[in-house]
């Protein structure tokens, strides 16, 4: 019996009742030759398509950029023992798509970095400090689609622009966008800064674990846009502010002009190491088991020497995810104390069931919504 076997030199013929062990030596080394040739362009091209791709560890979670202008990312990477939140700089080149972080196997946990000269203003108000001159400058930082928190505040606190005869400013602190309507909030934003002139944004992405970059871009501009004011003071979006008492607390003869803050101190709070906990740091970052004494980032307010001092020190200051722990960080290492108020009451967290002679008596408390904002000021500045 005759078959044809082909290979890779042609045609040619075998019998196979003249020598059949001989001929099925030949099928067997065929079929083997087959397989190898197989696994070998299999290999070459696992190998070249592998080179084109980042070295990334399984499961590596990265974001996609669709913007031109860089920023800065957090990505989540799993290892091995752990699961942990990495901080990343620096941002990726222009035009460049994906964000990529690890480059080995072996992650180490790195940090974000919160020196705020690492990133540039997208929208800026450089002129407003010259041209008003202020007193006392009010920084809000906000997260971009919280337009209900800016109108809430500019209708009530915000409005505020001569207290007790001095000037004061408030302004809007965000970041970059994420998520599927950049675009769409990217240019809200633009619209509602020619409108208003009280918006500022940073190329850094808006998120909760960035609040100490956004924390330290708030000083850089205090430093640098508006030095002739005397005061500064970081005041959340959901406070109720009492501007009125604040002024008369910053113009008692015994307040300090320089090296001072106050608010809601802060004092032996323990780090927190759970994991599943909003608030978690890892040693890597904060090595310490107890935080140096800070002031609750709610809102605290600060003679404006201290933004520059801030930003200059945060160089040589490894930054974590808790932003008015690493302030206190900051002053430790500058050698400042935060300041007790002169009556702790007035700087309070929480008020409770709403009660006019309480609110007309504090400087600060968290509310629950922009509109509690707006109906509590009407109440308390209508005449009795």
């Known amino acids: 019996m005759e078959v044809k076997i082909i290979d890779r030199n042609g045609w040619k013929r075998y019998n196979l009742g003249q020598d059949k062990s001989s001929h099925r030596c030949h099928i ?33 979670l990265y974001k996609v950029v669709n913007q031109i202008r860089s920023y800065y990312v957090v990505i989540d990477i799993p290892s091995a023992h752990d699961n942990k939140t990495l901080f990343l700089a620096p941002p990726p080149k222009a035009n460049q798509q994906v964000q990529q972080t690890a480059t ?56 505020e622009s001569s207290v007790q005869g001095n000037a004061v400013m408030t302004l809007f602190l965000v970041g970059l966008s994420e998520g599927a ?18 918006l500022l944004q940073s190329n850094f992405v808006d998120t909760y674990v960035n609040l100490t970059i956004k924390t330290m871009v708030i000083m850089d501009w205090l430093a640098t846009r508006c030095p002739q004011a005397s005061y500064g003071m970081k005041v959340d979006s959901d406070i109720f502010l009492n501007v009125e008492n604040l002024m008369t607390l910053l113009l008692a003869p015994n307040t300090p002009r320089q090296n001072y803050i106050t608010g809601i101190v802060m004092w032996n709070r323990p780090v927190i190491r759970n994991k599943d906990s909003k608030w978690y740091v890892p040693e890597e970052l904060y090595p310490e088991p107890i935080y140096p004494t800070y ?22 200051i490894k930054p974590f995810n808790i932003e008015d722990a690493y302030v206190g960080a900051c002053l430790k290492r500058l050698s400042i104390s ?20 309480e609110f007309m008596r504090v400087i600060t408390t968290i509310l629950n919504s922009p509109q509690q904002l707006i109906d509590f000021w009407q109440d308390v500045k209508r005449l009795t």
């Open 104 to 159: 080995t196997t072996n992650i180490s946990m790195r940090h974000h970095d919160a020196y705020p000269r690492n990133y540039h203003f997208i929208l800026d108000e450089p002129d407003k400090c010259p041209q008003q001159n202020p007193f006392l400058v009010l920084m809000v930082p906000v997260a971009p689609h919280e337009l209900e928190a800016r109108s809430a505040i500019r209708s009530t606190w915000g409005k």
């Open 338 to 357: 935060p300041s007790n108020p002169p009556d702790s009451s007035q700087f309070r967290a929480y008020l409770g069931t709403y009660k006019r002679e």
């Open 28 to 60: 067997k080394k065929g079929f083997i030759l087959l397989l190898a040739l197989t696994f070998l362009l299999s290999a070459i091209f696992y190998i070249s398509d592998y080179s084109l791709k980042p070295a990334m560890p399984p499961n590596t």
């Open 295 to 316: 002031l609750l980032g709610m809102g605290y307010v600060f003679s404006n020497d201290l933004p520059k001092k801030l930003v200059e020190v945060s160089k040589d």
């Open 181 to 198: 309507e950049n675009d769409k909030v990217q240019q809200q934003l633009q619209e509602e800064s020619q409108q208003h002139r009280d």
